[in-house]
Structures are given as structure tokens and as C-alpha cells.
């Protein structure tokens, strides 16, 4: 924001008046007033540049009593605020003596009594001052933060209080004739513009072991830090590192911590969190939000040290959202740790000996944060070792428990309710990375216990007021949703060990019962938690029985009925968004995973309809169902028994199934932009399936394991889906078509055809390339042919002209009767090891005089050295 913005936007604020043009810039002499104007508080003669000059003279003798008295006379005519016309001589007279106090210790009292002034209310003349004056103003109060670097607490802490009064402005004492005050926003305005609170940053460095300096800067900052401009500024100079590593620094008080950590807050909500988090994810850092959290926790007992302990709890959670920063390195996870479990499971280190919650609200608060935690956390792979050390599975199971009778609990039942939720919650997160642990402590058995509870007639009344319980008011729908949201994420594993151990104690035959109840259940009220929980039994019974024929049996007709009865559900519902989207994409899924592959299953869903509701679901033309059920369609058609079912089918106006299958077909071409004419006809016949997408689509390199956009094409669009449908219909005396249908049919008959014609014209370049080889190696006029072709396709892609004097080298070898790109560069295979007699056992080679034979080199019994002996060699 510039100047002239963040003046006119503090302008805005101010009543009445119109802004006029911007004045020239006048002699800040103020006017000889009358005694009555002086009464009703008008300014007193004063010419500031004289002061100025007074202030830069150095070589009189009593001049430092006259500037001293000068200085004085000023601060007694500003008594009731600093004019914006004289603001800049003002600070510059400010800054003149902050400059001669090291050498002339008396100028502290005036710099300050000039401070003093700067809190009182700043004084506008006309409506445009605001605007005119913004820069000087702006540059004034920037010169504040300057001025921290004087070693000198008095005037540090006034800095920071005149700081402090920006925010809480005051009227002016007395009503000064033809001024009035300027917007209550205009200084923190300037201050921003200025870019203050970066300097009051930076001043932290100076005040190490100054404990009263420190808390007044940091108040100040506490101001400043509601600016999101001023949260930038303070970020830019590390702000939350410089601060968040001194938390911990001795302070009687408690505001060095207080303030400190609302800081921290507002500056993780008002500037890019992701540069604040990343500061604060450092060891140093986090040693001290570790040391002040574990301070907090065991001697914190006032309501004020529970907050402040929450709240360092929730700006460690944050970071801990970052995997680089040193968590467990610091110690911090595994104290985080123990923390959250120490109430369910015994410990015996000195941390929580003698320690316990109560059911205060920040306590509650604090155990919810800590389960929180826990979920965060666990996504660090290293984490886990922790976890299994700190028995997180044994202590959250503890709340996997139906409710016990006349058992004294710490917690009222509206909190442990929700600590249940919570935990089961956090259960479904941390179970899967940790299943050995899950399967010692009998996961499986305790949940599906659970569940059977939750499904009981138990008196039980659910208070359903926190995030977890929404939709459970009065009943056990949340604490049974969570139940089947743990094990869903258990089964998805496909870890066998633990989806046999569900199986062998009756998961399926219990989550259909479950399923019935709900049906039974249902109501307007809960509609939407009952649609949830009817999904996940689906698809946690969809992953028990994926690749099982066995398990599949066990599903059977009970499972099937179910599933017949979510097929009926009134298609208007699936617009509602309450659910019924998801619970039909669960039941699709089911019968994909649940009845087909078991013969008996599927011809009970044959026998009762099924294949009659499935073209039902694609006659809505739902186009995120159309692939799945298709999907589901050509499976079934293995079954001889399903054609008939297929085609008795009769939808809106006695269509027919192969008639809606040809329409999706033409509607699917016309989204993907293939061209036809307007009888359906193919209009290009090189490329009958090519759409505009493959068109536009560029040539990519793809990795080895990533499907190709042929594969893509096919797995994606429903056509592959809908010849594979058709096909197992014959194409032949398919009822109910029109002449265009008649057209359609026989593009999609020889769809086949049409895919792999790419592959047929490779096969046939290749073909023809062998062929010209042939024709070349086996006849001497056909190889010269192709040689002066070859010479002449070499001479057409030459530059027809040379640069003067240039040298030209032939790349080709004169004469050489071959068509294949040669050079003068031989490759040489080496020789066979039949010729040689084996690998070469002597590496001396050198020295050796090699046998004189004809022909090849052959294995002799003897050689003789140069060396040894002069005779001839016998040939």
C-alpha cells in the first residue's frame, strides 16, 4: 500500500467534510492568537525551524542551556496534540536530541518529553491533510522504531507506550480552534507505511537481558501484530523464531510468555503461515515450546496457565504439520506422547507421577488436543516406534467400551462421550500403521463388541454437542458410525491375517444384520448419519469379500436382498446430497465385489431383478454411474442366463436395452468430439475413432509403468464397455432399434477393428520393409537402384552453395555398394574364442613372439621368448 492509499484509506473513516486539493507545504510558524483564542486552547507562538537551527549550532559557549529551554518552550506549546503540518520538524527536532545524548546526558528529558507528545492526538487543519502529510507522517513514525537503539530504558519504554496509544486514541484535552483530530486509525495507518513494526522487531536483538524493556516491546508488537501488513513486515525479519525461542526465558511475571504466544497466534493468522511455520521448525524453537508445555502441564493450575498451556499445544500442533521439523529429535513427540496416554495406561515416569486431569473445561480441552495430536503426528513414518513404546493402541482402546454401570470416571458423560468419539476417531488413523500392536490387543474382537452394543436396545442417552457426535443426539448412530469408519480402515489394508480373523468371528453375517437394523431406524432426522453408516457396511463388506469365493457364500441371498433394496431407492433422492450418491456408488461396488464370480448369488440377483434394476440406474444417465455399471454389465454377461434378462428389458416408451446402449454410445462420441455426420455415418475413415481430445493431445514422454493414452482411452470412455455388452448380445436380433440405431451397431461392431488398425499398419510397414531387403540383397539392379535413390535423397538435403575458400570433406566412401548409412569409421567384432583357445591366461602377451603358421593363429604347446633364444622357429 502506498502512502497516498493508507492515508485515504484511514481518511475514510473520518465524518463530514470533503476532501479538497493538497495545499503547498507552509512555514510551520505558528500564529500571535489573542487571549481569548489562547483560552479556548489555540497554539502559542513558535518558529520550529529556528529551533532546528538553534539545535544544529555547536560553537557557543551557553548553548546547550538555550536549546534546552527552546525544547521546553516547544513541548508546552504542543500540550494538546502535534499539528500534521509540523510533524516532521517536530521529529527532527526529536532526533536531534536523541543524537546529543551520549555527550550531553540532559537532552534525555527533552527527547522524552517530545516522546510524551507523540501519544497525544495528531491535529488536521483541512480535510486534505491527511493526504498531504502522509509521507512525513509516515516517516516520522518510523523514526519510533530508530530510536529503540538508544541505550537509555526511560525513553525505550516511552517509545513503546506512545506505541501502545495508537491504538487507544483519546480526544484531545481542549478543542483547538481550526483543527480537529485526525482519524482514529490514521497513526496505525503510518505506522504500517513506515514499516515500524519491523524495526521494533529487529530491537529485541538489543534488549537480551533487559526483562521490563523486553515486555514493553513486546506489548507493543502484541498492538502491532493485529495488522495483517505489520504481521508481514515482522515475518520478513523472523519475527517467530526470535520470539518463540526465547519463550522460556525467566519472567516473573508470566507476560513474556502471554505475549509472547499472542504474537505467535496472530501472526500464524495473519501473515503466510507457511514461512511462519517454517520458521518455527527449528530445534531451538521447539526445545522451548517443549520445556514451557511440560512447565505448563505439571505446575499449571490456574484457569489463566491452562489457557496459555492450550494454546502452546495448538501452535505445536501446526508445526508439527511440517515433516522437517525435529519433533523427535527435540524429545517433544515422545513427552507429547506420554501425556495423552498417562491417565489410561500406568507409567511410571517422573513427569506424570502424581499428575491428573480434571474435568475442567481446559483439561477436556487439552485431551482432545493431545488425540489430535497423536493423528498428526503418526504420519512420520519414525513416529511409529514411539507410538508402539507409549502403548497409543492399548490406551485408546480403552474407550472402545460400551459405558459401565456405577464406575467413578474423571469425566462427565457429555465429555467422555465425545473423548469416545474421539478416540475411535483417532483409532482409524494410528490402527493401520500399527497392526500388530491392534491384533495383540484383540482389535477386532473389541470393536465388533462395540458394534454389537451400539446396535443393542441398552438405555443409553447420547448428548451428540461436539463435532464428532453430530447427527448421535439421543441415540448410538455416532458412536457406531465411528465404529465401521475403524473398521473399514482395518479391512482396506487387505491384510489377510486381519481380515480372517473378522471373518472367522462373523463380521458379515453381524454387519448385514446392522444393515437390516438401520433400515428399520431410519428417519428424516438421522437420515443422513443412517446413509453413512449403510456405505461404509457395504464397503467394508465389499473388502472382506473381494477375491473370496467362500466369503462371497457366506454374503449370500441375505446380502443380495440388501442390496436389491438400496437398487429401489427413488432416483429424485440421489439429488439431495444428503448421501445417496455414495451409499449407491458402495452398492455398485458390493455387488462388483460381493456377488459376481458366485454363481449361486448371481443367479439369485438374476432371479429377483437385479439386471432389470441395473439398467434402470442407466437409464437415468448418471454419468458417474454409467461406467460402473457397464463395468458390472459385462461381467454378468458371462452368465448364460443374463441375456434374456437383457433383453426382456423395457424402460420409458418400450426402449429396449440395445437401443440405450447405441444412445449412450452416440452421446459418449459426441462429448468426446468424434466425427460424424448426421446420420451417424463415419466421416473420417482413416482415424473412425480418433476424438478431439487425441487431437489436441501433444506427444509426451511417459514412464514405463504409466498406462499409454490408447490404454487410457479404453478404460476411461464406456465404449470398450458397451461392445463388450453387445458383443455378448451377438449384435444380431437386438429388438427395438431405429435405422440411425442400425448405423451405430455396426460402428460399434467392428469397434475391434477400428482399435488395432494402427497395429495393422505397422505389421504391414514392416512387412514392406522386409520385402525391399530381400529385393535388395537377392538382386544386383535393384540394390543400385536403391543405391543412386539413396545418393540422391543425400545430395537434395545438402546446401546447394559454400562459403568462398571453405574446405569440403566427403562423408561417404566412394564406390561402396551399399544402402545403409556408412562412414569411415570400422567396427570390429573381436575375434571368436574357438580361434583363440580360450580366455588368455598369460598377461604378459607382450613379451611374447607369437608362432608363424598359414591361416589362422592356433594353440601351440611351447613359445620361447626373444629373449631365450635365437633359433629359428620350426614351422
Not at 513427552?335 to 513427569?351: G, H, R
Amino acid at each position: 500500500m502506498s502512502v497516498a492509499e493508507a492515508a485515504a484509506t484511514a481518511e475514510v473513516q473520518e465524518p463530514g467534510g470533503t476532501l479538497r486539493s493538497s495545499s503547498p507545504r507552509h512555514i510551520p510558524v505558528v500564529g500571535v492568537v489573542t487571549e481569548d483564542e489562547e483560552a479556548q486552547g489555540a497554539f502559542k507562538t513558535m518558529d520550529l525551524n529556528r529551533v532546528i537551527n538553534l539545535l544544529e549550532e555547536t560553537d557557543k559557549d551557553d548553548l546547550e542551556e538555550k536549546q534546552l529551554k527552546a525544547v521546553k518552550k516547544l513541548v508546552q506549546c504542543y500540550q494538546n496534540g502535534l499539528p500534521l503540518r509540523d510533524l516532521a520538524q517536530i521529529f527532527k527536532i526529536l532526533n536531534l536530541c536523541a543524537e546529543k545524548i551520549e555527550n550531553q546526558p540532559h537532552f534525555i528529558e527533552s527527547a522524552f518529553n517530545i516522546l510524551k507528545l507523540c501519544g497525544l492526538p495528531f491535529l488536521k487543519k483541512k480535510v486534505s491533510d491527511e493526504i498531504t502529510y502522509a509521507e512525513d507522517t509516515a516517516n516520522s513514525i518510523a523514526l519510533l522504531g530508530e530510536l529503540m537503539k538508544i541505550p537509555n530504558s526511560e525513553l525505550r519504554i516511552q517509545i513503546c507506550k506512545c506505541i501502545v496509544d495508537f491504538y487507544h486514541a483519546e480526544p484531545p484535552k481542549k478543542h483547538i480552534t481550526g483543527y480537529q483530530q485526525a482519524s482514529s486509525s490514521y497513526k496505525i495507518k503510518m505506522a504500517e507505511v513506515g514499516g515500524l513494526a519491523k524495526t521494533m522487531v529487529q530491537s529485541l536483538a538489543l534488549l537480551e537481558n533487559q526483562l521490563v524493556e523486553k515486555l514493553w516491546v513486546l506489548k507493543a508488537l502484541q498492538h502491532l501484530s493485529t495488522s495483517e501488513v505489520n504481521c508481514t513486515l515482522m515475518m520478513k525479519a523472523q519475527a517467530a523464531s526470535g520470539i518463540c525461542a526465547h519463550l522460556n526465558d525467566p519472567d516473573p511475571s508470566g507476560q513474556l510468555l502471554f505475549r509472547s504466544s499472542e504474537i505467535l497466534w496472530n501472526l500464524l493468522e495473519k501473515s503466510p503461515k507457511e514461512e511462519i511455520i517454517q520458521q518455527l521448525s527449528n530445534l531451538e524453537c521447539l526445545l522451548a515450546l517443549k520445556e514451557v508445555f511440560k512447565t505448563l502441564f505439571m505446575r499449571g493450575f490456574s484457569h489463566y496457565d491452562r489457557q496459555l498451556r492450550n494454546d502452546i499445544l495448538v501452535i505445536t500442533t501446526i508445526i508439527a504439520q511440517n515433516p522437517g521439523a525435529p519433533m523427535i529429535e527435540c524429545g517433544f513427540t515422545k513427552d507429547l506422547i506420554l501425556f495423552a496416554t498417562f491417565n489410561e495406561v500406568k507409567s511410571q515416569n517422573p513427569l506424570v507421577k502424581g499428575l491428573k486431569l480434571s474435568n475442567s473445561y481446559e483439561d477436556f480441552e487439552l485431551k482432545k488436543l493431545l488425540f489430535n495430536i497423536i493423528v498428526i503426528l503418526c504420519k512420520d513414518l519414525p513416529t511409529i516406534q514411539l507410538l508402539i513404546d507409549g502403548k497409543v493402541i492399548l490406551a485408546l482402546f480403552t474407550y472402545v467400551k460400551k459405558p459401565e454401570k456405577n464406575k467413578i470416571i474423571e469425566w462427565s458423560a457429555a465429555q467422555y462421550e465425545e473423548l469416545q468419539l474421539h478416540a475411535i476417531a483417532t483409532l482409524s488413523s494410528v490402527a493401520p500403521l500399527l497392526t500388530e500392536e491392534y491384533m495383540l490387543c484383540q482389535g477386532n474382537a473389541q470393536v465388533l463388541a462395540f458394534l454389537e452394543w451400539c446396535e443393542s436396545e441398552d438405555s443409553f442417552f447420547s448428548h451428540g454437542n461436539s463435532f464428532h457426535g453430530t447427527g448421535g443426539r439421543g441415540n448410538k448412530f455416532a458412536q457406531m458410525r465411528y465404529s465401521l469408519r475403524l473398521l473399514r480402515a482395518m479391512v482396506y489394508l487387505e491384510d489377510e491375517t486381519i481380515n480372517s480373523d473378522l471373518c472367522e468371528k462373523g463380521t458379515i453375517q453381524q454387519l448385514i444384520g446392522v444393515f437390516k437394523n438401520t433400515i428399520s431406524k431410519s428417519n428424516d432426522k438421522e437420515e443422513a448419519i443412517i446413509l453413512e453408516i449403510q456405505s461404509d457396511i457395504l464397503l467394508v463388506l465389499s473388502g472382506l469379500c473381494e477375491h473370496h469365493i467362500p466369503r462371497k457364500e457366506i454374503f449370500g441371498t441375505e446380502g443380495v436382498d440388501i442390496i436389491l433394496r438400496v437398487m429401489k431407492i427413488d432416483p429424485t433422492k440421489l439429488q439431495t446430497g444428503l448421501g445417496y450418491n455414495v451409499l449407491l456408488f458402495s452398492t455398485l461396488d458390493s455387488i462388483w465385489c460381493c456377488i459376481l464370480g458366485c454363481y449361486p448369488s448371481e443367479d439369485y440377483f438374476l432371479e429377483k431383478e437385479g439386471i432389470f434394476l441395473l439398467l434402470d440406474l442407466l437409464a437415468l444417465n448418471q454419468k458417474k454411474f454409467c461406467n460402473l455399471i457397464l463395468g458390472i454389465m459385462v461381467e454378468f454377461c458371462d452368465n448364460p442366463k443374463t441375456t434374456a434378462h437383457v433383453n426382456a428389458w423395457r424402460g420409458k416408451k418400450d426402449q429396449t436395452a440395445a437401443s440405450l446402449l447405441i444412445k449412450l454410445w452416440r452421446k459418449e462420441e459426441k462429448e468426446l468430439g468424434v466425427k460424424r455426420d448426421k446420420h451417424g455415418m463415419i466421416i473420417d475413415t482413416k482415424k473412425p475413432l480418433f476424438t478431439s481430445f487425441q487431437e489436441e493431445q501433444k506427444i509426451m514422454p511417459l514412464p514405463a509403468n504409466c498406462p499409454t493414452l490408447a490404454v487410457m482411452d479404453v478404460a476411461e470412455n464406456i465404449r470398450a464397455k458397451i461392445y463388450a455388452v453387445l458383443g455378448k448380445l451377438d449384435f444380431e436380433n437386438l429388438p427395438g432399434l431405429s435405422a440411425e440405431d442400425f448405423v451405430t451397431l455396426c460402428i460399434i461392431h467392428r469397434y475391434l477393428d477400428f482399435k488395432i488398425q494402427a497395429t495393422h499398419k505397422q505389421r504391414e510397414l514392416a512387412n514392406k520393409s522386409w520385402e525391399n531387403f530381400l529385393a535388395r540383397t537377392s538382386n544386383a539392379k535393384t540394390l543400385k537402384k536403391a543405391k543412386r535413390l539413396q545418393e540422391k535423397a543425400i545430395e537434395s538435403s545438402r546446401y546447394s552453395e559454400h562459403p568462398p575458400n571453405a574446405v569440403f570433406h566427403r562423408t561417404d566412401i566412394k564406390g561402396l555398394n551399399t544402402t545403409v548409412p556408412s562412414g569411415r569409421v570400422v567396427t570390429v567384432e573381436s575375434t571368436p574364442a574357438r580361434l583363440l583357445g580360450g580366455p588368455l591366461t598369460d598377461t604378459d602377451i607382450a613379451l611374447k613372439k607369437l608362432p608363424i603358421r598359414g591361416g589362422a593363429l592356433q594353440k601351440v604347446k611351447a613359445v620361447k621368448t626373444v629373449n631365450e633364444s635365437k633359433k629359428s622357429v620350426p614351422t
